[in-house]
């Protein structure tokens, strides 16, 4: 399994995304993401581990155990997949946001929300003003990453998808 596909999983993700805020134990994560069984939680960071997309920040004494801090990898030499590759990895990632969809749809959270929806916006860009853009939303979400812990705090996905026009 390629680095990619561990990292496509959607307990994986969302490990990764909490991850992308700074680094955190898994005691943290766990209390962040109740959702995420603690077992579940220790056996995707041992896949995520292994596949060196997180990596030890640092190690302490608690108790007579090793509480230990994740981070994502430094590691930046990844091998580029190939076309089929990419295809392949695109249709799990599509299967993530429709299973996602679908348990929204019906959900309670359906009911009690009017704050969900999906577009696609086509946009000019040079370089320069693409990576401006892309620096501006790592700005604005960085600070969302982690929840907060205020009243009525939800938490949302959102997924993009960056792909140059190819004109017929």
Do not use: C, W
Request: net charge negative.
């Amino acid at each position: 399994m390629t680095n990619l596909e561990v990292a496509l999983h959607p307990v994986r993700m969302k490990i990764l995304s909490y991850l992308f805020a700074g680094s955190s134990t898994p005691q943290q994560i766990h209390k962040d993401l109740p959702e995420i069984a603690p077992a579940t939680l220790y056996r995707h960071i041992k896949a995520l581990f292994d596949a060196g997309l997180i990596e030890v920040e640092q190690e302490n004494q608690k108790r007579g155990a090793i509480e230990v801090t994740y981070r994502l990898s430094r590691a930046t030499s990844q091998p580029e997949p190939s076309s089929d590759e990419l295809k392949k990895l695109f249709n799990v990632y599509l299967a993530g946001i429709l299973n996602s969809f679908d348990r929204f749809i019906g959900s309670e959270q359906e009911s009690k929300s009017n704050r969900h929806g999906f577009s696609k916006a086509i946009f000019y860009a040079t370089p320069n003003q693409l990576d401006e853009f892309q620096k501006k939303m790592l700005e604005a979400i960085t600070p969302l990453l982690k929840p907060s812990g205020q009243p009525h705090q939800m938490a949302y996905e959102l997924s993009t998808i960056l792909l140059p026009v190819v004109e017929e």
